[in-house]
Structures are given as C-alpha cells and as structure tokens.
Nanobody, 116 residues
Framework: QVQLAESGGGLVQPGGSLRLSCTAS????????MGWYRQVPGKERELVAS???????NYVDSVKGRFTLSRANAKNTTYLQMNSLKPEDTAVYYC??????????WGQGTQVTVSS
C-alpha cells in the first residue's frame, strides 16, 4: 500500500502562485513516475505534469512556461510550482505515483481555485 499526502491548494487571484506538495509513504521500493492530474466537474481527469525517475518533466501545453514540476527522491516527494495562474487552472489537483512494480496510487485531491 502506498499513501499519498497532498498539500498546498487554496484560493488565489489570477496571476498568483501556489505550490503543491505530495509525499508518498508506505511500502515503497522505488518510485518510477510522479505527477499531477487535474479534474473539473463534467470533464475527464487530465495529466498536468509528470516526471520519471532520472528524467525530465513533461507538461500539458496549457501550463508550459508557468508550472514547474520537481521531485525529491530522498523524501519521496514531488512539488508542483504553479505561477501566473489563470481562472482556467481552477480544478481539483490529484497527485499520482507509479512504482516500478506497476502499482499506481492517487492522492485524495486538493482544490485549486483561481478567482478575483
């Protein structure tokens, strides 16, 4: 079992910044991929950013240049720095982890609201 603890969501004005954090705990041998998805009501969950162990981060086009994904392997933690936030970034953000064993886990979700 892998548990994911997310933090950092909230309400921010357009143009503002937030930093999401996600820490994995439990039975972890090695994490292959860490990332963040987001979902708004009535739409499918979409991948925002992901990073493989030893690799570079990949981003959905709509956040390129504004969001930065990083990971601290020693802490089993990933960070999503979100700058220049727009109202269309409003969503529930979910942390996602995949182990080398193939096991996948999701966080409980954290709300990000961008509004004036």
């Amino acid at each position: 079992q892998v548990q994911l603890a997310e933090s950092g969501g909230g309400l921010v004005q357009p143009g503002g910044s937030l930093r999401l954090s996600c820490t994995a705990s439990g039975v972890i041998v090695a994490i292959r991929t860490m990332g963040w998805y987001r979902q708004v009501p009535g739409k499918e969950r979409e991948l925002v950013a992901s990073i493989a162990n030893g690799g570079s981060a990949n981003y959905v086009d709509s956040v390129k240049g504004r969001f930065t994904l990083s990971r601290a392997n020693a802490k089993n933690t990933t960070y999503l720095q979100m700058n220049s936030l727009k109202p269309e970034d409003t969503a529930v953000y979910y942390c996602h982890v995949q182990l080398y064993s193939g096991v996948r886990s999701w966080g409980q979700g954290t709300q990000v609201t961008v509004s004036s």
